[in-house]
């Protein structure tokens, strides 16, 4: 843990803070190390500080991330369907991402069904010995 004898300029947490970006799951993370989570979060916003996509887009790639089986955070999700829709995103769009992001579940099955078939045979296998 890093101690720091000053306080540490957080410009980019102060901002996700005000604007409601901010996950308080986050807090102790920039409270033990303010200087690092100011880091990776300044680093994480340059994608969207740069305006490569428009920001519709960026709401839904957000919605993706945030409703991927990987992350689940329905607080984020919220959030940026909210934005979407502020910014004129659809219904049919936002649906259409979540369908998308849907199938990122389905890799449970396309490991799971092939081991439990191997599991079931030498299962039988051996109840009939």
């Known amino acids: 843990m ?4 000053e306080p540490v300029h957080t410009p980019t947490i102060d901002r ?3 604007e409601g970006n901010w996950n308080p799951l986050w807090d102790n ?4 190390d303010p200087e690092w989570t100011e880091q990776f979060m300044a680093m994480n916003a340059i994608p969207i500080r740069r305006g490569v996509f428009p920001p519709e887009f960026v709401e839904l790639l957000s919605i993706a991330i945030d ?3 990987t992350h689940l955070y329905a607080p984020g999700v919220r959030r940026h369907i909210r934005a979407a829709l502020e910014l004129g995103v659809t219904r049919e769009q936002i649906l259409t ?3 998308m ?4 579940g389905i890799h449970a099955c396309n490991l799971g069904v092939p081991i439990l078939e191997e599991e079931l045979a030498e299962f039988q296998a ?3 010995d």
Do not use: D, E, F, K
Request: aromatic share 4%; glycine share 0%.
């Open 2 to 5: 890093t101690v720091h004898s």
């Open 16 to 18: 996700m803070q005000l």
């Open 29 to 32: 993370l920039s409270r033990w």
């Open 67 to 69: 409703a991927a089986a």
């Open 97 to 99: 991402v979540l369908q």
């Open 101 to 104: 992001v849907s199938v990122l």
């Open 126 to 128: 051996r109840q009939a």
